[in-house]
């Protein structure tokens, strides 16, 4: 039979980082950090000792607190997280502010539509929704586990009456499942985290609890550019006239992104910095038909 263990003496000997080892006593039992601090002298009971040593187990070996307590916070909501799914980050809030920013932009009047390319979690485009819940918003993604994570989200985080209905899923790589769709698959703004890192990045094995799929792509190569370039390629299909376009990328891609969308008829074209001054989020306008002409001097 287990020993007698109070919260501080399991914070104390479990062998991780103290707000780590809060998280968990806060995923199990309940009890926020302040009441943590409150009442270090609680005992705690033997499944619920079980249930931490196992989890603390977890996070030892490296697999990401999130996955551990099967959630994390973004934009100000909690969304469900799987290892189907790339972990929500503070930097793609970026990604988040820069689509309002565009969306407030737009004339009085239109009802926007947004699509997050690549969707995981679901975490852009519901935070994208739940802000602006006038906005349409589709959101695909070519896995089938990831698109379930994100429904969960969306019935979760989503009003079901909301003006601009329910959040729009589509299994899809990248432009495929769009192709079809005529008068209807027209946006103001199109988002994505695409996968960017390259095949050989030293950083890849501290994220190997992660989906490859979101990390590197269906085809790894040697720069991480090859899906970058395939979204900016095919974009001015389905964006508005003065749509907006904005990616997020790898620290040292914002200036070969920005060729790519000045290449590709994008005006306005910009980067923006993360939370680290890093050069994380790049985007471009898409003129109207007739800019575009001049631009590219078509007959």
């Known amino acids: 039979m287990a020993a007698p263990c109070d919260l501080a003496a399991w914070t104390r000997t479990c062998g991780l980082a103290r707000l780590d080892a809060q998280a ?36 030892r070996e490296g697999e990401p607190l999130a996955y551990v307590l099967g959630e994390r916070e973004f934009f100000g909501l909690s969304f469900k997280v799987t ?10 809030e970026l990604l988040v502010e820069l689509a309002l920013r565009h969306l407030d932009a737009l004339p009085a009047g239109r009802l926007p539509a947004v699509l997050d390319m690549g969707t995981g979690s679901g975490a852009i485009a519901i ?3 739940h802000a602006r819940p006038q906005a349409q918003v589709w959101a695909l993604d070519a896995s089938t586990a990831a698109l379930a994570v994100a429904q969960c989200n969306a019935q979760r985080l989503l009003d079901p009456q909301r003006p601009g209905g329910a959040l729009r899923l589509l299994q899809s790589n990248w432009w495929d499942a769009l192709r079809p769709l005529t008068g209807v698959a027209h946006f103001d703004c199109i988002v994505s985290n695409p996968p ?25 190569n040697a720069d991480g ?12 299909r389905f964006l508005r006239d003065d749509g907006c376009l904005l990616l997020e ?8 992104v920005r060729d790519l969308l000045t290449m590709h008829h994008y005006q306005d074209v910009f980067s923006a910095r993360d939370l680290a001054g890093i050069e994380r989020a790049s985007g471009g306008i898409l003129p109207g038909l007739r800019s575009r002409r001049a631009a590219s001097k078509m007959p």
């Open 225 to 236: 550019m090859d899906d970058l370039r395939q979204i900016i390629a095919q974009a001015d």
């Open 83 to 92: 290892p189907n799914v790339l972990i929500p980050r503070p930097d793609t």
């Open 196 to 220: 960017y890192i390259a095949v050989d990045d030293p950083h890849l094995p501290a994220l190997r609890h992660e989906p490859s799929l979101a990390l590197t792509g269906r085809q790894p």
């Open 24 to 59: 968990l006593i806060q995923s199990v039992l309940g009890w926020t950090r302040a009441q943590q601090a409150a009442h270090p002298e609680r005992e705690l009971g033997a499944a619920d000792l079980a249930q931490l040593n196992a989890l603390a187990v977890r996070l």
């Open 249 to 256: 990328h790898g620290y040292d891609q914002a200036a070969v």
């Open 127 to 129: 935070a994208i929704a």
